[in-house]
Each structure stands twice: as structure tokens, then as C-alpha cells.
């Protein structure tokens, strides 16, 4: 309950510390006022009824009371032990608040303690008091709570404000301040035409400045208003005054010494001009701002700029990004390194744009027109005279007006300055692309120097560095979020002897961390809340969901799979979560969430979806993958059949591509969501592999594996296919079991587990159907690839390689074919025999046509070459080295180029060209390391250091048989 606090002498307002807290829609605030001004006595449901209702309420409304209460505690209480302020009380309900936590009761304690002054004389002291108890009217009370009892309450804090003013001004009359307060009398009396005693103090005030003939005219004016209103004529005491000023009574005269008093400095006071002191509403400076040097330079140039002498309009900065990312701090740092520049003031406002219901900005331009010295009676009620008064009050001055948490263009347009001079400094989650600004300054999470710069500052710079590694652990987790680095450092403050390690463990349990991410009035997931509850129902469905596939983003077509709708709709989605700061943009038609985002959401998803859902969600996202990577298949490899088992319905909205290139980099961009994706759903710790999934997923690792130049990360598909195999064997499903096997043999061929390859693909023969046509030439041929592992296993490899090139042939697949007809050259080469292994890597030319498969053309031209060099016809050998480099160059075959460049290196210094061997030797040692394999790095640079150590005689480098 500590620090619970709620205003009502205007909108009414709940804070927790610093926070301040969601009070829900009309009809909930309405039950809040009432329990607040009841000061801790009980109220039954059906009082709570009436005050919301009146005296006809709809039969829904008990239960409508009850609701209200039940949201009203889950935002008031600060603990889960049980309600302590929101508290049920025989049959009703009462809200208990700490002294001073409302702000009624300030100004009835200010009002006693000024009255207590008065007695004893000390004026001074009791003019200060009330004029500090007036403060606490931010605007009409209770704005926008709707009800019969908001509406008495109303009338009656109103009625006690001016019972405040009246006190303060007698006060400032016999203290001889006649000439401070006839301006604000002058406006008063107008307003409240029949009040006689506000027309008294200024028929006084009016005297003593020496204007007698106004002040008679005052008393003639309200004579006037008492007949046309209310057909009475004024009191017994405005008569006296009235004679007493027509006899010039002495009496009437300031009291000794008034005559020095002066007007308070600022402007010169009239009718709608009180005395002005220029604002300073920004909040306190941040004493550990930390970072954001180039981001800090570029508004504070910015706003430097309004005071320029050729400046023909007002700056305006935005400052956008996601919630927690440290807006408001830089906004309010940058305020006050340029304060000095805006003599006219500052003005402040939170607009709560993150929340179900941001600010009003004409209730907003009432508060400022207030700060700029316009009376509450002398606002107007329309909007264009508001507005129209609001910016004639602006101009000529030099201000700065720091607009907080704006929610979009329309909200803040009303309330920027329009002549030069003047400053709008604005942070939102949205950049406010429709808003003309002068600059906008996009924030992203810290970089790991500033996030470690704050925790230092905060945590202290001996303690982390003493534990260096978890301090870095430490942000990392926090997702470099300013926010939540933030609430890392208060944590560790309050706990002097909690090690970072500690810490660092409880916030290693993702499902907790969030949680984790509490001190106070600072939250992470409360932060995150604000802009999710402002979400419509598709919107929040969206977010949800889109967080369930765990890959580093998502394009807008997988995001259409995963919702299942169409890509403009998911785009419409995408867009709007991203304008809300509750997504990031990445390169174009992609989305990614901040890690912290992703958790959030994440657990709503839990909350919230059935687990069949999520399911759902993920099935359809692997499908997804599996349909792109079909359609990537028949464009990059167009005789292949092997899609058509794979993926024979295909899905709606399936990407397509214009050609071979655009294909492959789809495939690469791609693969690791494939693989998360994989993951996700085969180690679920609850949700068993289905049958569909099963299948998608062995045929999607299956059609993977011909994409072997993108150098595949061989461990995790490994790990993936030993797993499905499982999943395969228990639904019984030879298809998916001889696609995962295929894979698996892959897998450890390429890993050096050559024995359980040969098991694996022996597992595929078996499970094959004898009438797969498709499949069976893939099998035989992994058999051969496995086979040449093996010492003794060569003959068998060329065995399988000719009937897997036989039977490729009579599917019509001439690409599978050359790639045959490669494994065989190969095998051929591995026995010392140069002439067979020419003769099949001619027929794997030959087998891939121009255009078509320029990975197998890649392929048969560098064993061509192999075959060459081994017969030692070095210069041939060059040139189909070199034409199979421009087939690698024209469509973007990385690790053929580099292994190619390996063999092209070998023959150029067999023909006595070292340079040039050397160049392209280093070149291929280096696009190796790139690509992460380290063994054909390793054979480069042996290579390299061979022919250094050798000079110009070199020997050429044997064959390799890679890739």
C-alpha cells in the first residue's frame, strides 16, 4: 500500500511512487472517486450503484460494481497477499489511503493550518498556505468521471476553491496587496457575477488604487446581475461598502506602509493576466544519465537552433522507440542542458499515449494556459477558442514544451508552438511520420559499453569489475534495454551483498525474468502492459503469436502462415505493432521483437491461447519453410522431383522466386528459423512430435541437403534428425523415415561418423518403398557417398553411384544424374584411375544442361579439372578450373568457389605460375574461415606454407573430394 497516492482536484489520477497507475475506463473511475472521497467509510454496492447510475440503473450494474472493484484492486494493491487498501467490509467496500495520500485532504489540512495562522496573526505565513493549497487544482475536479455523486462532488470542491481564493485574498487586501490582486479580482468577479463577496474584495481593491469611479461601477454592475438573475438587490454588506466608498471613508484606506508594496515581476497584471511566474515543470534531471552521446548531441543541437535570429518557425524534436529504451530520460536530460535558452520556462506533460486512454490534449492546453497565467474561469470551454487562445499565449515567448509519451500526430498538434523562438521536445514509441519535425532521433537499446557504463554507475565500478564475464551476463540479459539494466542496478544496490552472480542466476530462467525485472516503482513488464492493453483484439492476437516461433525475425509471409491470413493483412499487423514500438523493423518486409518483448508477449500467449493454438501456430510456420524451400528447390534445381514428394500440395501464399540466386538466398536467410522452428517443435517439454509435423519436418530437413554450398550446419541437423527418427518410428511412416535417415547420413558423412552413417543409409533402404521412384535413387546414392568413407568401400561406392545414376536417368532427373556421375569421378579418382574418372565427369557435364543446376555444373566442371590434373594435364585443368569459378561468381556459389579456387591454386603451381597460386590459395583459405569450415582452411594454409617452403618447384595439391 505504501505509496499509493490519488488526486482528484482535477482529472482524477492514481500514482504507486513515481508511476502512475491505469484507473480504467468512465464508469471504474467513477466507483474509484467514490470510495476515495468517502475518506475510508464503507459503501455498499448499491451507494457505489446510485453515485455511478443515479436513480435508474440498468440491472447489469451490481455486477458491473463488482467488476470495477476487482480491476480497481488488481492496479491499487502492491502485493498478492491480499487486498490492504481496496478492502470488503460488511456487505460493502472502503478504500483506506495513507495521510496526505489524497489530495482533498492536503488542501482541507492547508486550509486549517492557514486558518490557525490567521488567528494568531502571522498573515504572511497564511497567505503562503493557501496559495500553496490552490496549487493542488489542476483543473476541473474530477474531469471526465461521470455520475450523479462525481457531479455533487464536483460542485462542492469547486465551491471550496473559491472559499480558498476568497480567504487568501482578504488575506492579501489586509496585508495592503491591493495592487497584486486587482487583475485576478477583476476576472474573479466576472466570472461569478453573483458572488458579493468576491465583488467586495474588488470594490476594496479597486479603491485603494485610487479608482473610486470603477469601483462604484462595480457595485452598479452587480446590483444589475442580482435583479436580471435572481430579482433581489445586493446584501446588507455590499451597500455599506458601497456608502462607505461614496463617503471616502477612511477606514477603507491600506494599511500602513502599503504603499511601498509592488507588483510580483513578470508580466503587467489585467483582467486575464494574473501575476505570471515562468514555469519550470520539467522533471529532475537524471544524476546517472549514462550513454547516448551522439543521440544527446544531435537534439540538444536541434533545440539550440530555436533561438537562431533567422528562425522563421518553432523546433521540434521527436525522440521515438520502444517502451523502456530510454526516451524520457534523454528527452528531460536534453531539457536541462538547454534550459538556459528558453527564459519564458518549461512546460511538462505526460499525454500517456502508451495506455487505453492518452491525455486530452485541450484538457492539456487547459493546464498549460493555467501555467501561462490565464485564470480556470478565463479558459473557454470551445476547442477552437481554447486552441486559438492557447497559441496566442505562446507567442512572443520563448518556451519549451517537453510533450511525454505522445500517442500520435493528432494528439500533439494542438499543442506545439507556432512562431519561432519556442521548442517542442516529444517522445513516443512511434517516430510521428505525419508530424513536421525539425529532427527525429530513433532510440535502440544500449550497445554493451553503455549498458555496462550504467550498471557500473549504479552497482558500482569495483563490484563489477570484480565480476566482469557477469556483469556483461548480466545486460545481456537485460537485452541492453536502458530500463531494464536499470532496475538490474537497484536491484543490486538494495542488496549490498548479493553478488552479480546471484543475480545474473535468477534472471537465467527466462520463464522468471521479467518477473525478475522489478525494483519499485520500475518495471519492465508494467512498462511493456501500457502498450499491449492499448491493442485491438486482431493486434493483440498478432503479437501473441508471432513471438511463438523462436527465430531471429520473421518476414511478412511467415508472419501470414502464422496467423493465418494474407500478406496484407499481416503486413497491416506487422506495421501497426511496429508503429506501437512493440515490434522493430529489420531489413525491409522483415520484423524482429527485442528479446524482452519476445518473453512478454510470449507469456501473454500462455495466458491467453490454448496450447492447441500455439501448436497450431508452429505446424503452420514449419509448413511455411517447407513449402519455400520446395518452391526454392524447383527454380534452383528445376528437373529435380524430388519436391514434388516432399511437398506435393504446396501451401497458399508460398514465396516465389525469379530465379536461382533469388532462391539460394532464401534458403540461407532462412535456415536458421528453419532449424529453431525444427527444434521447437521435435524438443517440446510437454506437447508430443504429431504425425503432420513429423512429416513436414523430415521432408523439409530432406530438401535441405542438396543446399550443401551453404555450408550447412551439420552438428544441429544432426541432432534434429536423430530426434525425428524417433518421432518417424513411432508413427510408423516409411516416407519420413527415409527422408530422415537420408538427412542423418548426411549429417555424420560430413561429421566424420562414418560408421552410423553407413547404418543410417542401410535404415533408408530398408524403409524405402519399393515403388518410390523419387526417393529411390536419392537412397542408393547416399549408400555410395556413405561407402567412400569406408577404406574398402570404393568399389561398393561406384556400384551404388551407377545404379543410382541408372535409376535417376529413367525418373527424367538429369540433374541427379551429374550428380551420380560426380560421386563416381570421385570414387574413380580415389583408386588411381584418372581415364574413368574423365569419362564420368564428361557425363556429368553432360547431364546439366546450360542454365539448369549450376551447383552440379559447378560440381562436374571442378572434378573435370581433378580428372585433368591427375592425368597431368595441368593448362586443361586451369581452364575448367576458371570456367567453374564464373558458373560459382554468377550465382553466388560461395564454398564451391572457395574449394575450387583450392584446386585452380594446386594446378597453377604445378605449371609453374607460384604468384598466382599463392593469391589464389590465400584467397580460398579466406573465404573458408568465412564460411566456417576450418578443415578446408586448414588444407589451404598447409598448402600455402608447402609452397613458401618449396618456391617455384611446388608440388601440386592431391584432390580433395570435398565439396
Avoid at 493549497?133 to 450523479?148: D, N, S
Avoid at 514544451?401 to 500526430?409: R, V
Wanted: proline share 7%; glycine share 8%.
Amino acid at each position: 500500500m505504501g505509496g499509493l497516492r490519488i488526486a482528484a482536484l482535477g482529472p482524477l489520477r492514481a500514482w504507486r511512487g513515481e508511476r502512475q497507475l491505469d484507473t480504467g475506463p468512465a464508469q471504474r473511475r467513477a466507483v474509484l472517486t467514490s470510495l476515495t472521497l468517502r475518506c475510508g467509510q464503507v459503501a455498499s454496492v448499491e451507494e457505489l450503484v446510485r453515485d455511478v447510475w443515479g436513480s435508474e440503473p440498468p440491472a447489469s450494474a451490481p455486477v458491473a460494481v463488482r467488476n470495477h472493484i476487482s480491476r480497481l484492486r488488481t492496479v491499487l494493491e502492491s502485493e498478492s497477499a491480499g487486498p490492504k487498501a481496496l478492502v470488503s467490509v460488511a456487505g460493502g467496500y472502503a478504500l483506506h489511503l495513507p495521510d496526505g495520500a489524497l489530495d482533498v485532504s492536503r488542501a482541507e489540512r492547508l486550509y486549517a493550518q492557514a486558518q490557525s495562522a490567521r488567528s494568531q496573526g502571522d498573515l504572511e505565513p497564511a497567505v503562503r498556505i493557501l496559495a500553496e493549497a490552490e496549487t493542488l487544482w489542476v483543473g476541473t475536479p474530477l474531469t471526465g468521471v461521470p455520475g450523479p455523486y462525481a457531479q455533487r462532488q464536483r460542485d462542492r470542491l469547486m465551491e471550496y476553491r473559491l472559499l480558498l481564493v476568497e480567504a487568501r485574498l482578504t488575506l492579501e487586501l489586509q496585508l495592503g496587496g491591493h495592487t497584486r490582486v486587482v487583475g485576478e479580482l477583476l476576472t474573479l468577479a466576472d466570472e461569478h457575477p453573483l458572488r458579493e463577496e468576491l465583488r467586495a474584495l474588488q470594490m476594496l481593491a479597486l479603491y485603494r488604487c485610487g479608482r473610486q469611479a470603477d469601483a462604484l461601477a462595480a457595485y452598479t454592475t452587480a446590483r444589475r446581475h442580482l435583479a436580471a438573475e435572481l430579482g433581489v438587490d445586493p446584501g446588507p454588506e455590499l451597500v455599506r461598502l458601497h456608502q462607505r466608498i461614496l463617503e471616502a471613508d477612511p477606514t477603507l484606506a491600506p494599511p500602513p506602509g502599503a504603499a511601498a508594496a509592488a507588483p510580483a515581476p513578470g508580466p503587467a497584471a489585467g483582467p486575464d493576466r494574473p501575476t505570471w511566474v515562468p514555469p519550470a515543470q520539467s522533471p529532475p534531471d537524471i544524476p546517472d544519465f549514462t550513454g547516448r552521446g551522439e543521440e544527446s548531441r544531435q537534439v540538444r543541437d536541434a533545440l539550440a537552433g530555436a533561438g537562431r535570429t533567422d528562425a522563421t518557425a518553432p523546433v521540434v524534436c521527436v525522440i521515438h522507440g520502444m517502451g523502456g529504451v530510454g526516451k524520457t530520460a534523454l528527452a528531460v536530460h536534453s531539457a536541462h542542458a538547454v534550459r538556459e535558452q528558453f527564459p519564458d520556462g518549461q512546460l511538462y506533460v505526460d499525454l500517456r499515449g502508451a495506455g487505453r486512454e492518452p491525455a486530452d490534449p485541450y484538457e492539456v492546453q487547459e493546464l498549460f494556459l493555467r501555467s501561462l497565467g490565464v485564470l480556470p474561469g478565463n479558459v473557454p470551454s470551445g476547442r477552437e477558442e481554447r486552441t486559438a487562445l492557447y497559441r496566442s499565449r505562446m507567442a512572443g515567448r520563448r518556451l519549451l514544451l517537453l510533450l511525454d509519451n505522445a500517442a500520435d500526430t493528432e494528439q500533439v498538434s494542438t499543442l506545439l508552438p507556432t512562431t519561432a523562438g519556442s521548442a517542442a521536445l516529444i517522445t513516443s514509441r512511434t517516430a510521428l511520420m505525419c508530424l513536421p519535425a525539425t529532427t527525429r532521433t530513433a532510440l535502440e537499446p544500449f550497445s554493451e559499453p553503455e549498458a555496462l557504463a550504467l550498471l557500473e554507475r549504479m552497482a558500482g565500478s569495483v563490484r563489477c569489475r570484480q565480476e566482469q564475464q557477469t556483469a556483461s551476463d548480466l545486460v545481456w540479459a537485460c537485452g541492453m534495454l536502458p530500463l531494464a539494466v536499470r532496475v538490474v542496478g537497484a536491484r543490486l544496490v538494495a542488496r549490498p551483498r548479493w553478488t552479480l552472480a546471484t543475480l545474473a542466476e535468477r534472471l537465467s530462467d527466462r520463464s522468471q525474468r521479467l518477473g525478475e525485472l522489478e525494483a519499485g516503482s520500475l518495471a519492465v513488464e508494467s512498462v511493456f502492459h501500457l502498450g499491449y492493453s492499448s491493442l485491438d483484439d486482431a493486434e493483440a492476437r498478432a503479437f501473441r503469436l508471432l513471438a511463438i516461433p523462436e527465430v531471429p525475425d520473421l518476414s511478412t509471409a511467415a508472419a501470414a502462415a502464422v496467423l493465418q491470413c494474407d500478406r496484407r493483412e499481416a503486413e497491416a499487423l506487422l506495421e501497426s505493432l511496429t508503429h506501437q514500438g512493440l515490434l522493430e523493423p529489420g531489413e525491409p518486409g522483415r520484423y524482429r521483437y527485442h528479446d524482452l518483448l519476445r518473453l512478454f508477449a510470449r507469456h501473454r500467449t500462455l495466458d491467453t491461447d490454448p496450447s492447441t493454438t500455439r501448436g497450431e501456430a508452429l505446424s503452420r510456420v514449419a509448413r511455411f519453410y517447407l513449402t519455400g524451400t520446395s518452391s526454392a528447390m524447383r527454380v534452383e534445381r528445376p528437373y529435380s522431383r524430388l519436391p514434388d514428394a516432399a511437398d506435393p500440395d504446396g501451401m497458399p501464399g508460398a514465396a516465389a522466386f525469379t530465379n536461382a540466386l533469388h532462391a539460394q538466398e532464401w534458403v540461407l536467410h532462412e535456415l536458421p528459423a528453419m532449424l529453431n522452428v525444427a527444434g521447437q517443435i521435435l524438443h517440446h517439454p510437454y506437447r508430443p512430435v504429431s504425425a503432420e509435423d513429423t512429416r513436414t519436418l523430415s521432408c523439409l530437413l530432406g530438401l535441405l541437403m542438396p543446399f550443401t554450398d551453404f555450408c550447412l550446419p551439420w552438428g544441429p541437423i544432426h541432432q534434429l534428425a536423430r530426434t525425428l527418427l524417433r518421432a518417424a518410428d513411432h508413427h510408423g511412416d516409411r516416407v519420413s523415415t527415409v527422408f530422415t535417415c537420408i538427412t542423418a547420413a548426411a549429417a555424420c558423412a560430413q561429421l566424420g561418423h562414418h560408421e552410423e552413417a553407413a547404418t543410417l543409409a542401410a535404415r533408408a533402404h530398408e524403409a524405402l518403398d519399393p515403388a518410390d521412384r523419387v526417393l529411390a535413387p536419392r537412397v542408393v546414392y547416399t549408400m555410395g557417398v556413405v561407402a567412400v568413407a569406408r577404406p574398402d568401400g570404393l568399389d561398393e561406392a561406384i556400384g551404388h553411384c551407377r545404379s543410382a545414376h541408372a535409376l535417376a536417368c529413367e525418373n527424367g532427373e538429369p540433374g541427379m544424374a551429374a550428380q551420380c556421375s560426380v560421386s563416381l569421378a570421385r570414387a574413380q579418382l580415389a583408386l588411381g584411375r584418372p581415364d574413368q574418372a574423365l569419362e564420368a565427369a564428361r557425363d556429368a557435364l553432360a547431364h546439366c544442361p546450360p542454365g539448369d543446376n549450376p551447383v552440379g555444373i559447378a560440381l562436374a566442371q571442378r572434378v573435370l579439372g581433378d580428372a585433368l590434373a591427375a592425368l597431368g594435364r595441368y593448362d586443361e585443368a586451369v581452364t575448367e578450373y576458371r570456367t567453374a569459378l564464373d558458373v560459382c561468381r554468377a550465382h553466388g556459389l560461395h564454398a564451391q568457389r572457395a574449394h575450387t579456387l583450392l584446386s585452380l591454386a594446386s594446378a597453377l603451381a604445378a605449371v609453374g605460375r607460384p604468384e598466382q597460386a599463392r593469391t589464389c590459395a590465400a584467397e580460398a583459405a579466406a573465404a573458408l574461415a568465412q564460411l566456417g569450415d576450418p578443415t578446408g582452411e586448414e588444407r589451404a594454409r598447409t598448402f600455402m606454407n608447402r609452397l613458401a617452403a618449396a618456391g617455384p618447384a611446388a608440388p601440386p595439391i592431391a584432390p580433395d573430394g570435398s565439396r
